[in-house]
């Protein structure tokens, strides 16, 4: 562009100059032939003008000098102007920070071949989001985000084919637009290369930082002839691949649009389900071992949803950590929860669940403490639970929320233990007050007495730490017995009751007292005609049997 007006230019000027020449040659075959120079010349004599006409000779090369003088000034300032909206066009077209394309130009890139193309025009679009780069801002800073950015700007240049634009869409969002012959194994060994690459640590200061890379496909069909929508099967494809773990690509299909209809509906319908309470609490008793003294309640979500039916939190709780809706959902729960138990005997605790992302509010111990004092609900009785995943994601965080949440009276319990990343140093640092032990160990016990002995193991652990321990997903009195025998001091599951709504919680609590006061559940007529040992396995003996035995 620039150097088309700068030829534009040019021929302008020598244009110009021409018309001078032609006009200053008409002017002279006119005082030639008309005799005007010999008359003009003997007046002067006559009437002793030389100096005169001198003058204006002098004076009329003055004002050529200066015109030209002022056409040089002239052009600068218009190559100039030129240069400036070269370079604005350029800025509006083109990411500052990394080079790369931007938004405008990746569309209307992909909308020109889409135009030229003869039949189904061969683009492909693929769509890359990192992984995992939130955490990298919030705990290195910004310029670690930004020198990030760059690195993955260089890393895909290098790995995009010829005749392919690379482009940043925004923030952490980049796209590669591709000419395809259709082979679908190729874009995918693309892919897998750009996840890959971008998988790399990435030096900073004295650290590594590590990301990842989600990617989405989607190449022109007969219903996606269009740049918007080429863009939109890549975005919705990405998207699946973050449902499905992250870290990996997906192909556009036609089911992924149907997929994302009902998820957005969902979505609609889950925001209005908590603004109008449709997700109550539900309350699952734990109890102690061996004697089933009930102890407190976990409170379990229960979305009783106009169109559905009852779902459950497998059904809702990460959409509603994707849309950012999953405090709104937690603070009402547990509003609602604190307010249910606030009458029940006063031994009884309430466990409840925080999510990962609630971690990273510095604000997570006032919300808490304020819905405590709003609803009268002591804190000594109520127990936070979260998961192993909460600490890697921002273990300073998670310090010292939990800190001052223990200062107040709340208990902290490390859910389902042994499913995640937790170590021996976050269980020291953080000190947690009891260990729950993921349904999958206590199920998987009957099975092999190797798994046994690793539910004994985390019991012997959180015991020299002098943590209290839940087992959860007990189903068997048999369960029961071993646990109790191995020191476990907690139960939890189907075998003590399921998640009930308040009034059928209500009715048991007065079921379940005896005359002295306490709440027990007593065992089920078909627990007692339970066979008593393991009929396929040996689970190991409980400590004091093995001491004997020795």
């Known amino acids: 562009m620039p150097d088309q007006k700068n030829n534009s230019w040019g021929e302008g ?10 006009i200053g040659s008409c002017i002279w075959i006119v005082g030639t032939q008309l005799g005007f120079f010999t008359v003009l010349i003997d007046a002067t004599r006559t009437h002793q003008l030389q100096d005169l006409l001198m003058l204006s000779l002098c004076m009329s090369l003055g004002v050529v000098v200066a015109a030209v003088r002022k056409s040089f000034k002239l052009r600068k300032a218009m190559q100039d102007r030129d ?9 509006a077209r083109h ?42 801002n919030d705990v290195h800073g ?46 995918a060994r693309l892919a897998q290369g750009v996840i890959a690459s971008l998988s790399q640590p990435i030096a900073w200061t004295q650290s590594r930082l590590e990301i990842g890379a989600t990617i989405g496909i989607a190449t022109a069909t007969e219903e996606s002839r269009t740049a918007e929508a080429l863009l939109h099967a890549a975005d919705v494809a990405m998207y699946q691949g973050k449902r499905d773990g992250r870290g990996t690509y997906r192909f556009f299909h036609l089911d992924m649009g149907q997929a994302l209809k009902a998820r957005a509906r969902l979505e609609g319908e889950l925001r209005v389900g908590i603004e109008q309470g449709e997700i109550e609490p539900f309350y699952q008793p734990v109890v102690s071992l061996p004697g089933r003294d009930l102890i407190g309640f976990e409170v379990l979500a229960r979305w009783n949803h106009p169109r559905l039916g009852v779902l459950t939190p497998a059904d809702f709780i990460s959409l509603a950590e994707e849309t950012g809706l999953i405090a709104e959902l937690t603070w009402s ?3 609602r929860a604190c307010r249910d138990a606030r009458l029940w005997p006063a031994h009884l605790q309430l466990a409840i669940n925080i999510s990962p992302l609630q971690l990273r509010d510095p604000h997570l111990p006032e919300q808490i403490l304020g819905i405590l004092t709003e609803t009268g609900f002591a804190p000594g009785r109520l127990e936070i639970e979260i998961t192993e995943t909460a600490l890697v994601n921002d273990l300073e965080a998670a310090r010292t929320a939990l800190k001052s949440l223990q200062s107040f009276g709340v208990r902290i319990a490390l859910d389902d233990f042994g499913t995640g990343y937790s170590s021996l140093y976050h269980l020291r640092e953080l000190q947690f007050d009891k260990l729950k032990i993921d349904r999958s160990y206590v199920e998987s016990m009957r099975l092999s007495s190797e798994r046994a002995k690793l539910v004994d193991a ?8 002098g943590l209290l321990t839940t087992a959860e997903g ?45 709440i027990v559940i007593a065992p089920s007529p078909a627990e007692m005609t339970e066979v008593t040992d393991c009929e396929h396995v040996d689970i190991a003996p409980p400590p004091v049997m093995r001491q004997a035995a020795a």
Not at 13 to 22: A, F
Not at 458 to 465: F, H, N, Q, V
Not at 484 to 506: E, H, N, S, V
Request: glycine residues 10%; negative net charge; charged residues 25%.
């Open 95 to 136: 990411d500052a920070m990394t080079g790369l394309a931007n938004r405008r130009l990746f569309g209307e890139t992909l909308a020109a071949r889409i135009r030229v193309a003869t039949g189904l025009p061969r683009v492909a679009v693929m769509l890359i989001d990192l992984d995992r780069f939130k955490p990298v």
């Open 83 to 91: 240069g400036a909206e070269a370079h604005a066009e350029a800025v």
């Open 13 to 22: 000027e020598l244009r110009e100059l021409l018309c001078l020449m032609m």
């Open 142 to 187: 910004h310029a670690a985000g930004d020198a990030v950015l760059c690195v993955i700007a260089d890393r895909l240049r290098a790995l995009a084919p010829p005749q392919s634009l690379v482009a940043r869409l925004g923030g952490d969002e980049f796209a590669l637009l591709l000419d395809t012959d259709s082979d679908p194994e190729a874009l």
């Open 458 to 465: 985390i019991i012997a652990l959180g015991s020299s730490l």
């Open 333 to 335: 729960l547990m509003r």
């Open 474 to 518: 007990i189903e068997s009195g048999t369960s029961v017995d071993w646990l109790a025998g191995q020191g476990c001091t907690y139960g939890q599951g189907y075998l003590f009751g399921r998640p009930m709504d308040k009034a059928t919680t209500d009715g048991l609590l007065t079921q379940w007292s005896d005359d002295a006061g306490r």
